[in-house]
């Protein structure tokens, strides 16, 4: 009985996020609502936002079936609601553990078609307002983060940000491999404020923006290169998350962790 006890005062000690102040953005669906709903059954206070206010509203209410959940609409791309979120988490918490950039938009069209608004999409929400959310959550980060237990930065990139797609989505892999090296940039210059900044590169996960691949391909074909035969799953995002979230991934940071059953990382 005492090493049971002992073993789980250990998992708790390392991997433990009970508490926690969490801020999840592009949340209402996919990859940032599998990610929030494991900090919210996990115990931490899980704050979630997107652009769609209903959908925001809709799925923290389905969270906080387990948890703690509040919803904060905002489309991370505009300065203006950027800085009423702020303003709105601030009336909630004095300081931010985890600030997880989800939200991220894909434009894909053949390359004599490709618009420049589509571009622009992609780069304002994939980069820029990755970029600004971070920069106004700052303060908050440095108020929680500790020289033992940081703050934590966790950007969502792709691996499309490290390999060459096939498809024609030329901005989207463009934008992720200018959120990796602004990852490691915040990194480098964060770290004396305590604040680490990390990286989880998802490879297929079935979401909207992987939906009408996975129609026109068909999951046979999908998971033909994937050395472990399935795609991603809520659980392994979440997981991979609460890791660089807890004390067990304290010490790391500009570092990449890709969740991709092997496809781009065994080529």
């Not at 206010?53 to 950027?82: M, N, V, W, Y």
Request: proline content about 5%.
């Amino acid at each position: 009985m005492e090493s049971q006890a002992s073993s789980g005062n250990i998992i708790q000690e390392l991997f433990g996020v009970a508490g926690k102040r969490v801020l999840v953005t592009g949340a209402s669906r996919g990859i940032g609502q599998a990610i929030a709903e494991g900090f919210v059954k996990a115990g931490a206070r899980v704050y979630i936002c997107s652009r769609d206010a209903a959908k925001c509203e809709a799925t923290a209410e389905e969270l906080r079936r387990f948890g703690h959940c509040t919803a904060l609409p905002c489309d991370i791309a505009s300065a203006e609601q950027r800085r009423q979120m702020v303003a709105r988490l601030r009336e909630h918490e004095s300081a931010l553990d985890v600030l997880v950039n989800n939200a991220g938009a894909l434009w894909a069209a053949p390359l004599a078609e490709y618009p420049e608004s589509g571009w622009d999409k992609v780069f304002d929400l994939n980069v820029k307002g990755c970029f600004f959310i971070t920069k106004e959550l700052v303060p908050l980060l440095e108020a929680a983060g500790t020289h033992e237990d940081p703050a934590r930065i966790i950007n969502i990139g792709s691996i499309d940000a490290f390999h060459t797609p096939s498809h024609e989505t030329y901005a989207y892999p463009a934008s992720k491999a200018a959120l990796h090296h602004l990852t490691r940039h915040l990194a480098r210059l964060l770290a004396p404020r305590h604040i680490t900044a990390n990286i989880i590169a998802p490879g297929q996960f079935p979401s909207k923006m992987l939906a009408g691949t996975l129609e026109k391909k068909g999951l046979d074909t999908l998971l033909e290169p994937i050395p472990l035969k399935r795609l991603t799953a809520p659980s392994d995002m979440a997981g991979a998350a609460i890791y660089l979230a807890s004390r067990a991934g304290a010490y790391l940071t500009a570092a990449m962790v890709p969740v991709d059953g092997g496809l781009a990382t065994t080529l």
